[in-house]
């Protein structure tokens, strides 16, 4: 069961990562001693001269812009009696992995990637983001649910990777603004390095006070690499989808009465994208599918109808974690854990507004 823990207001941003470290150390160091990706891969390539310079960058740049969000990652770090290393590594995962060297990322190819899908509809009769939280087997009972307060009134609730910052998955706060996310890949001469990493912008979003906020805050970000956003605004009913890429290219759609599906590749941003079949055939799968109802887009998120790369996700590699359903309408956040087709919800949380 998806633990919740509510934390906050806290002295500082480093009592409230010191916190939630503490609260789920043993979830943490799991979740670092079962990662492959973290042990096969990026603690290696910290060894060598090579990632100095990049690790070294991403840090300083990220410290920099946003000193209250590294606070709290150090917190983490030093609750969960953990590496600092390990944590600055997890957390800047997708900017650093496209540096290791080609044989090293092949070896683990089908493993490094994080599959989520959303369909989002605005239309008279309803206004529903529903995402599928992807995720690779090893984050597999290491999530939990974080509900902040913070000392300027601000509370959020963010669904949370085990010694990631809340969160690179979904979340909303009490201004009435909410998100899902989806990975994107870029080809590997489309990245920065040592730009602003995805999750300290997505920590970021935590703190929008409306949709506008929202996307000042992305379009100031400087990222590393490419990631897509689905701006939720409860109060006006609005839901946007923005793909961006480095160099602070971004691309606005709005979405209508038309059911949008979002795998994990670029749809109207202009960039050079790596080839990925798992989105490829998600995106076509979801085309064939109905989505006229709440229960279709269930159904949809729930389809496993192709065996190699289904929308819902049952392993050895890759599992869908949990749904989320963000109805605008009723203001409500709905998690289900196990496949959504059977509408099981697990957490139901308000989303209403001050």
Request: include cysteine; hydrophobic fraction near 40%; glycine fraction near 6%.
């Amino acid at each position: 069961m998806l633990e919740v823990f509510e934390v906050g207001p806290c002295r500082d941003a480093y009592q409230m990562g010191l916190l939630v470290g503490q609260r789920f150390a043993d979830q943490i160091r799991s979740r670092l001693a079962t990662d492959l990706i973290l042990q096969q891969q990026l603690l290696p390539f910290a060894k060598t001269p090579e990632s100095q310079s990049i690790i070294k960058t991403l840090s300083d740049t990220n410290k920099r812009k946003f000193p209250r969000y590294w606070d709290e990652l150090l917190g983490t770090a030093e609750g969960s009696g953990v590496p600092v290393l390990d944590i600055i590594l997890i957390n800047f995962r997708k900017e650093i992995l496209p540096f290791l060297s080609k044989a090293a990322t092949d070896s683990m190819a089908d493993g490094t990637s994080e599959d989520c899908s959303d369909v989002l509809v605005v239309s008279d009769s309803m206004a529903i983001a529903a995402h599928n939280e992807d995720a690779n087997v090893a984050i597999v009972g290491h999530t939990y649910l974080i509900r902040g307060s913070l000392s300027n009134g601000l509370s959020f609730t963010a669904y949370t990777y085990a010694g990631e910052l809340p969160s690179c998955a979904f979340g909303f706060n009490n201004h009435g603004l909410a998100f899902t996310l989806n990975s994107v890949p870029l080809s590997e001469d489309e990245i920065v390095a040592g730009g602003i990493g995805r999750n300290f912008i997505s920590r970021d979003l935590l703190e929008a006070t409306n949709i506008d906020d929202a996307l000042r805050r992305i379009r100031s970000a400087e990222a590393s690499v490419g990631h897509s956003y689905n701006l939720i605004d409860i109060k006006a009913r609005e839901i946007l989808n923005v793909e961006t890429a480095s160099r602070n290219r971004v691309s606005v759609q709005e979405i209508g009465a038309t059911p949008f599906f979002h795998a994990n590749m670029y749809l109207h941003l202009q960039v050079q994208q790596v080839q990925d079949q798992n989105s490829i055939r998600r995106q076509k799968r979801a085309a064939q599918l109905q989505k006229q109802s709440k229960d279709d887009l269930l159904s949809l998120l729930g389809d496993s109808e192709d065996a190699e790369y289904p929308i819902y996700m049952t392993g050895p590699t890759l599992y869908t974690l949990c749904t989320a359903v963000l109805d605008l309408d009723k203001q409500e956040l709905s998690i289900i854990e196990g496949n959504p087709k059977k509408g099981e919800i697990s957490h139901r949380f308000s989303m209403s507004f001050k």
